[in-house]
């Protein structure tokens, strides 16, 4: 239900990705590109050659849950204008391509950490006397 001229750039710019990644021969990359669509959005990770595939599902998988619980139900408007949460709910649970955070629970206390943090307070506050 987004906007056509988004959905006109989003699908011509899978249609060329797809086109590259198809015209190219084995061993011209040492990277493969594995997706899963979940509703309208797809999640796409280039992974090395001698990494798992299902694994990596596993992996898209267990961030949709994440972004699920977080968002509630993911849709585009929630990782367009809310990329900052998406981006550190993936960074709390994913660092340089390994999982670093398996339980959801121990994800979002990370988020609200950060939140509190962020949360600007009076110098009572700090000193704990409010």
């Not at 670093?100 to 943090?117: G, H, M, P, T, Y």
């Amino acid at each position: 239900m987004g906007c056509p001229i988004i959905r006109q750039i989003e699908e011509k710019i899978t249609r060329e990705l797809l086109q590259t990644i198809l015209a190219r021969k084995p061993k011209m990359c040492n990277l493969k590109i594995v997706y899963k669509r979940y509703a309208s959005l797809y999640f796409s990770y280039a992974i090395e050659d001698q990494d798992n595939e299902l694994i990596t599902l596993e992996i898209v998988h267990l961030y949709v849950e994440l972004l699920g619980k977080y968002f509630g139900s993911v849709c585009d408007p929630d990782t367009i204008f809310n990329f900052e949460k998406a981006y550190f709910i993936l960074d709390e649970f994913l660092w340089g391509g390994e999982v670093q955070e398996i339980s959801k629970k121990n994800v979002f206390k990370a988020d609200l950490l950060q939140e509190e943090a962020e949360t600007p307070r009076t110098v009572l506050e700090e000193i704990g006397l409010t």
